[in-house]
């Protein structure tokens, strides 16, 4: 028995040999970092220290440090080490708001053992675009609880805090082998996220294990950013808040993230109201797991090139444009070639009716591809992913205008558009038209369900649209359509009945807000009660991705509908004078007036505007003849 004590004491004492090393700092420091009266002034000294004792260690800030350059100590250690602000529950921040680790200038932390963050206070010191890259080099890396962030931006690298999971171009000690896995946990603080390397041309085969449980995170790039290619990702988010994108892999010019592998993104919880977009695009698997999450239907309509995401009710299919749509090429009877996208929802049937929705793109999507329209939603194309993965029964139809021409010029609103009469649509405008008609004769269409949407110069051709066909569309969203409303009065009464909901942000620089505004009054000044205007505060013109993540577009978009035979009347209507003579069809109209046909199934023959007296020839029948006076019924 006493031999058993004795070990048992022996033990003990070992441990205690082994304990946690602490060393204080702080700027001007010059004692040995023993206790907190005595802090060193080096973070250099403070870690020998950690390293020379052996073991686990923590740094305590106990006042001001400033660090004044890159920081690395290419000295690899399997244990952690803490730096810190509070330690044996005295927090030195308390009363002290000078006890802060100060930013003077854009600097490198970079770390050669798992390092931990926690109840610290990171100060940009007020100085122009300080930042801090932590360049984990492969180690766990923890930002913990409680730390706190005075300054940066937080949306540049360059004026940010950033984890990097993995190595930095320039650094000594990167690993040499490439399946290595990253390890970053986020609890608070504000940061931005990289889960591998940065401007690093080496290609890994390892998982990035990304977890946000709080702070506040801008944008998480689950790859390599900038040069080489990422692996896997395993990303869980259950607190926190999420603002701008989070990119399993994607391509953008700006800031290409890489990657490769598989993506399992796991969402239980957080604040997504920041939150543009979530990137798939991976070569193997990527998928969403939503199966904890209250809010599912907030996180798919930002989701975008993934392959399925899980509920509490299983597995579902997502669904991306550019896969799903076919590929054609229309020509019209000006022999425009345009080549189009068209979707058909699964199952379809000739013995059903489908909605139809007419998507018109920006500029940014012209050309000749017939994919890039579908590819670019910051050009429009995201609400088209949100509708076709929100309700699939229904027909979708995307068009490409060439890169030489565009949809309308001018807009409706501006100066130079008196009215339709009297400009012209487009060639590209037209055939685009004449598309929509082709798909309404031939395929199984709800006549009083076709809808119109577009963004920017797609925008502008869904105003000039709505404005050309007022019978035609059940309704309309035009995005940062317009930028200047000068004579939109000219043009506002031609809105009042169609149920119209448009977008624009109030920083756009492209397109002025001035012009949706304008149009917006002039058409509420006509006594129209169907438009809604969202103005999205901050916002430039690329909305693309902000417009999907508004709550109830798809629910309010497909619960409008056209009652064509609303009205219906046997007699003749002045000012406007209809007869039949033999199979002419003869109308004349004392001043402007648009002039729709049908048949008595609702399908639309053909819409003319006019002045004067025209004939038409119709075959023996019925038909149903409305105007902006009302409807008529006649019999040929």
């Not at 390890?183 to 294990?209: C, E, L, W």
């Amino acid at each position: 028995m006493k031999h058993i004590l004795l070990l048992l004491v022996t033990m003990a004492c070992g441990w205690n040999l082994q304990a946690e090393t602490v060393v204080y700092l702080k700027t001007g420091g010059t004692g040995n970092g023993a206790t907190p009266t005595t802090p060193t002034g080096s973070l250099n000294t403070a870690y020998k220290a950690v390293e020379d004792a052996g073991g686990e260690g923590t740094i305590v800030i106990v006042d001001k440090f400033t660090l004044t350059a890159a920081f690395a100590r290419n000295i690899p250690k399997s244990d952690n080490i803490t730096i810190t602000s509070k330690y044996n529950d005295v927090d030195y921040r308390d009363g002290n708001a000078n006890c802060v680790i100060d930013i003077s200038k854009g600097l490198r932390w970079t770390l050669y053992r798992p390092t931990s963050f926690e109840n610290i206070t990171f100060s940009d010191a007020g100085v122009s675009a300080p930042y801090i890259l932590f360049v984990a080099n492969f180690h766990p890396i923890t930002m913990g609880e409680g730390i706190e962030v005075n300054g940066f931006p937080t949306t540049e690298i360059a004026t940010a805090l950033t984890i990097l999971g993995g190595a930095q171009s320039g650094q000594t000690g990167a690993p040499a082998t490439n399946d290595v896995n990253p390890n970053i946990t986020v609890k608070s603080g504000k940061f931005i996220v990289i889960g591998f390397s940065r401007q690093m041309d080496a290609t890994y085969t390892g998982t990035a294990q990304i977890v946000v449980s709080g702070g506040n995170v801008h944008n998480i790039y689950c790859g390599n950013l900038n040069s080489g290619l990422g692996g896997s990702v395993n990303l869980t988010v259950s607190g926190g808040k999420i603002v701008g994108n989070i990119y399993a892999c994607s391509t953008n010019s700006s800031r290409p993230n890489y990657a490769s592998g598989t993506a399992t993104l796991t969402f239980t919880g957080g604040n997504w109201n920041e939150l543009h977009a979530i990137y798939g695009n991976m070569d193997g698997l990527s998928q969403v797991d939503l199966s904890n999450h209250a809010h599912p239907d907030s996180i798919v309509r930002r989701m975008y090139y993934f392959d399925k995401y899980i509920t509490t009710e299983g597995e579902v299919p997502f669904l991306t444009p550019k896969e799903v749509f076919e590929s054609a090429v229309f020509t019209d009877n000006e022999n425009t070639d345009l080549p189009y996208r068209i979707y058909f929802p699964e199952g379809y049937s000739a013995e059903k009716t489908y909605p139809v929705l007419l998507y018109m793109h920006g500029n940014g999507s012209r050309g000749s591809d017939n994919e890039k329209h579908l590819s670019d939603g910051s050009d429009g194309s995201g609400l088209l992913s949100r509708i076709l993965n929100w309700d699939k029964e229904c027909i979708l139809v995307a068009p490409q205008c060439p890169s030489e021409s565009e949809w309308v010029r001018p807009y409706p609103g501006n100066a130079e558009y008196a009215s339709p009469e009297v400009v012209p649509m487009g060639a590209y405008l037209s055939a685009a038209k004449s598309l929509l008609d082709y798909v309404l004769a031939t395929y199984s269409v709800d006549k009083e369900r076709v809808y119109i949407y577009g963004a920017s110069n797609g925008g502008g051709a869904t105003w000039d649209l709505l404005a050309r066909f007022p019978d035609l569309f059940a309704a309309g969203i035009p995005i940062c359509g317009n930028g200047e409303s000068s004579n939109a009065s000219a043009v506002a009464g031609l809105y009042v009945n169609t149920p119209i909901w448009t977008f624009h942000g109030d920083a756009d620089e492209t397109l002025s807000v001035d012009g949706t505004r304008g149009m917006v009054e002039a058409i509420r000044a006509a006594n129209g009660d169907k438009i809604i205007y969202t103005e999205l505060p901050g916002k430039d013109h690329n909305i693309g991705f902000d417009v999907p993540n508004v709550d109830g577009i798809p629910e309010w978009l497909f619960a409008q509908k056209k009652d064509l035979l609303t009205g219906i009347s046997e007699k003749v209507l002045n000012p406007i004078h209809i007869s039949v003579n033999g199979k002419m069809l003869q109308i004349v109209a004392a001043g402007f007036t648009d002039i729709s046909v049908y048949n008595l199934s609702g399908a639309k023959l053909f819409h003319v505007r006019m002045q004067g007296e025209q004939s038409f020839a119709l075959a023996k029948g019925a038909y149903i003849v409305k105007t902006n006076q009302g409807v008529s019924k006649i019999i040929v």
